[in-house]
């Protein structure tokens, strides 16, 4: 008799479920979804990659982690487009899922419930602390949710938030990733002090 881990039933049975990988910069976000869709992979099943169009920070067309490792991806200007390229897939994977539109939260459910895994990663917050894109969304409709840690470069302890190292407005800067760093709550709300403070001056 052969018996098979749950993560060995998990990747070869076909069951439709989504999964959120979310956390601040530099937490390991990308790295895990990479991890978990190749394991699918070694498990043969389909699995497609998609990312922002407007995510160009590292590679136009692939998923790449900050130590420059990377994985083929499509790139596409809307959730909607990835409804035209999943047919006969088994695993969706979806990076940098913050930049898009809430529409996804829509083709997400609908992915799933055609019996497709799918793994979202991205954002919790932008660097003002507020809730980022469709992703509270996702994280409320998800099967799993996984929050994954930086290290607080003050403090050492785990971070949740990602600061703007540059005095600077908006919400994304997109391929400045030197300008921002994590931080743990405590540092985090001390560096929005000290950013207010010298705003004022």
């Not at 990988?21 to 394991?39: A, D, H, Q, W």
Request: aromatic share 6%.
């Amino acid at each position: 008799m052969v018996l098979f881990s749950e993560d060995h039933i998990q990747e070869t049975k076909r069951r439709g479920r989504i999964e959120v990988i979310c956390g601040s910069m530099f937490s390991g976000k990308t790295e895990e979804l990479i991890r978990r869709l190749k394991r699918a992979k070694f498990a043969k099943q389909r699995v497609e990659i998609y990312k922002p169009a407007i995510d160009t920070c590292y590679s136009e067309a692939d998923v790449v982690f900050h130590d420059s490792h990377s994985i083929a991806s499509t790139p596409i200007d809307s959730s909607a487009s990835i409804l035209l390229f999943t047919s006969e897939i088994d695993v969706v994977g979806i990076d940098e899922t913050q930049f898009f539109d809430t529409g996804l939260i829509d083709v997400c459910n609908q992915l799933a419930n055609n019996g497709v895994r799918v793994i979202v990663a991205g954002l919790d917050m932008d660097f003002r602390g507020a809730p980022f894109g469709p992703m509270p969304g996702l994280c409320a409709i998800a099967d799993e949710v996984s929050k994954v840690h930086a290290i607080c470069v003050k403090c050492g302890q785990l971070a949740s938030f990602s600061h703007h190292t540059v005095k600077n407005d908006k919400q994304v800067l997109l391929g400045e990733t030197a300008e921002y760093e994590p931080l743990c709550r405590e540092c985090y709300s001390q560096a929005i002090k000290e950013d207010q403070g010298a705003s004022d001056n």
